[in-house]
C-alpha cells in the first residue's frame, strides 16, 4: 500500500513509474504466497500496522521504500532457512531476488538526488 500511495503522489516521473511497477510486483508476490498457503489448507492474513509513507518529500519516501526492501529481504532470508518445503522456498527464492532488485532500483534513485 505504501508504494501505491506514494506512485500517486511522487511528483518526478521516473521515481514514480519504478515505484508502480515495484508495486505490482509487492502485489503479485501477495498472490504468490496466498496460493500457497490456501493450497496447504489456510487462510491468508491481512492484517498490517499503521503505514507510513516515509514523509511528502521524493528522497523521505525512496529511503523509507529502501527500508521496507529489507526488512522484506530479510524476513524472505529467516522464512526460507526454516521452511522444509521446496515449493514455498523456491517461490520465497524467487521473491527475495526480486526484493534484492527492488531495493536496488530505489537506491540508484537515491543516488540521483544525491548527486544533483
Known amino acids: 500500500m505504501v508504494y501505491i500511495r506514494n506512485s500517486f503522489v511522487i511528483r518526478d516521473c521516473d521515481p ?3 515505484t508502480e511497477a515495484i508495486a505490482v510486483d509487492e502485489m503479485r508476490h501477495m498472490w504468490w504466497l496466498a496460493d500457497l498457503i490456501v ?14 509513507f516515509g514523509g511528502d ?5 525512496l529511503e523509507k521504500q ?30 527475495l ?5 527492488h531495493r536496488k532500483e530505489f537506491k540508484d534513485r537515491i543516488k540521483k538526488i544525491n548527486d544533483l
Open 39 to 52: 493450497k496447504r489448507g489456510g487462510k491468508p492474513v491481512m492484517d498490517h500496522e499503521k503505514l507510513d
Open 97 to 101: 531476488d526480486e526484493e534484492r532488485r
Open 66 to 95: 529502501i527500508v521496507l526492501e529489507t526488512e522484506a529481504i530479510e524476513m524472505y532470508k529467516r522464512m526460507i532457512a526454516t521452511i522444509d518445503d521446496p515449493e514455498v522456498v523456491g517461490v520465497m527464492k524467487h521473491a
Open 57 to 61: 518529500d521524493l528522497k523521505g519516501m
Open 16 to 18: 514514480s513509474r519504478v
